[in-house]
């Protein structure tokens, strides 16, 4: 039986309603109607179908967008904003369906879910408050001439999101490019669709017109078409690096402003005198909150000297965690077969494992996707545990004896989203935050997300393009400045522009 609106308030399995793509305000499956499951990874069942969209169905999307944009081009800002202020109330009201929705289709714990739903709103509270933001520079440049900045719409501009924050990711990009007046297409992983949906449901609610968002689901082809349609001035992305890096390249060649957030790879540097059980447990919860399908996870921890007591502590607490409870599943077999795969490999490669997580399953649902909380010691950089992104709940440690060792180590990994230092110094801490090779860094902190107002975005392989998503640079990425240079009055002593 399917559920509408989204009744389930358990990990129980449930069915939900086949996601179809939302445009102009009406629920529609995609013309040439192929569709797939969504699977609800904590049991592995299907839980519901959605629509795969072709290049039609972008088309129809953009034309929607169209028709809608000078109305709410015309809106007033301060006007717009009174949607993302409904908004957050709604999902406020909301928040434990949101919640649940999101461990239905991604298998988050509710503990982690509702962080994703709470990350949301604080970025819609970040839409609200951009008629305080907004409003441009001016400056008189000289005598009698005046110069004025203005952030205008870019037109009908374009998300694609990834499967491992269904309700956070969508709400990185959408409350910027709504409340700066363009209209917005978002095209969620096809894999959990609904929270997306549940999004389009309460924006509608708010009082969005119909037209100004637009769900497109679906895989490849509708990104492409995406990237590739004349109409649409913007393109954002976050996913994995691969497909940053081709979309990137796809929406560039039609001329269009690209933002594209890849992968990662985030190394933690511990040292000596870092605070042991601070320590411990930060590492425990970067590594494995959302069962490290997180691009902010940490991934490796550089041991610097003797930090043994630390690492003990680590594996105490891992090994304490009720898979299922304190850490959900992993997304699909695909990624399962994936994370187990580079255990394997690292065990053959004469790693030691202080935690293995393989063959872990969860009472009353066997049929899920699980990997407990895994630590592989004496890893090296060179070996794949070492360098490459596993995006699961697998932790590396890599020892060296000095601090510089360590930061070399995390320099020269091709990502650089995040890295942190543990340590008691603040000269120790100042010396590594201001060498690390990489856009967001922390100190005592293991998942070092700058939250808003500021704005977010690693560096390397992990952002293809310029500026950040979030905060006041998502605003800047989608609007563009008009100049506007004035002189009402002559002055005897004008200058060369006059
Ligand atoms: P993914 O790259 O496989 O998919 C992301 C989106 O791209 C999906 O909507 C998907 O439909 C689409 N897509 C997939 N293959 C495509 C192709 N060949 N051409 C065009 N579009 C394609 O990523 P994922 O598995 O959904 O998410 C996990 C990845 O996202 C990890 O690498 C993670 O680090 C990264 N991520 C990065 C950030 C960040 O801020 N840097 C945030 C969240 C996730």
Redesign the pocket.
Known sequence: MSTFPFAPRSYDFAEYIDCHNYIGGAWVPAAAGASMPVLNPRHGKVMGHVTLSTRDDIDAAVAAAEAALPGWQATPIKERAQIMFRLKELMERDREELAWLVSHENGKDMAQAYGDVNKGIECVEFGCALPNLAQGEQLDVSRGINCRVQYEPLGVVAG??????PCM?PLWMIPQALTAGNCFLL?????LPYSALKLAVLLEEAGLPKGVLNIVN???E???AL?DHPGVSAFG????????K??YARAAAGAKRALC????KNHLVVVPDADPELTAQTLVASAYGCAG????AASVVIAVGDVQAIIDRTVEIAAGMTLGEDMGSI?NHLSLGRITGYIDQAEQQGVKILLDGRGATVPGAEGGYWVGPTILDNVTADMPAGCD?I?GPVLSIIRVDTLDEAIAIENANPYG?AAAIFTTSGRVAEYATQRFNAGMTGVNIGVPVPREPFS???WND??IGHGD?TGYDGFRFWTRARKVTTRWAVSKDATWMS
């Open positions: 694609v999101t990834p499967f491992n924050f990711v095209k969620p992983s096809e894999q679906g895989g490849r509708a990104v492409e990237c992305f976050v996913g994995s690096t691969k497909v940053a081709l979309t957030l890849g992968g990662a399908q997180r691009c902010m997304i992104e995006f989203n977010f975005g690693g992990s952002k998503m």
